[in-house]
């Protein structure tokens, strides 16, 4: 398909498993707050951020194995990655200590604000 068939609109349509994965992501997402909400009750916000960060990690590792995928960082990029995992990390600490103070409903419309 050319450029000028896409701007006409002749959209390709979405696989399966797209959709199956998109909905998955979405209802997972739905449930943080939830989640969030149980894990305060016995983790502090910032041991739950750093536990939500190594679980990460322990799926993302094995996947960078398995396909291949070097990890590793330009001395450029390490700044960036820096600046942003503290962002990062922020909102997270953030949330849950929102939803620490407050209750799962409020969290979710603090999350879609």
């Known amino acids: 398909m050319d450029a000028r068939q896409h701007q006409q609109g ?5 696989q399966a498993s797209s959709v199956l994965i998109a909905i998955t992501i979405v209802v997972l997402w739905r ?6 909400k149980v894990a305060v009750e ?3 916000p910032v041991a739950l951020a750093a536990l939500r960060f190594g679980i990460a990690a322990l799926c993302l590792l094995p996947w960078c ?3 291949g995928r070097k990890i590793s960082l330009d001395r450029r ?3 960036h990655v820096i600046v942003l995992s503290i962002l990062l990390w922020s909102q997270i600490i953030s949330f849950n200590f929102g939803v ?3 209750n799962a409903s409020h969290g979710v419309l603090l999350i879609n604000a």
């Open 65 to 67: 194995v398995a396909t």
């Open 10 to 14: 002749s959209a390709v349509p979405p």
């Open 77 to 79: 990029s390490i700044t």
């Open 42 to 44: 016995g983790l502090p």
């Open 31 to 36: 449930g943080t707050a939830v989640a969030v």
């Open 100 to 102: 620490l103070q407050s």
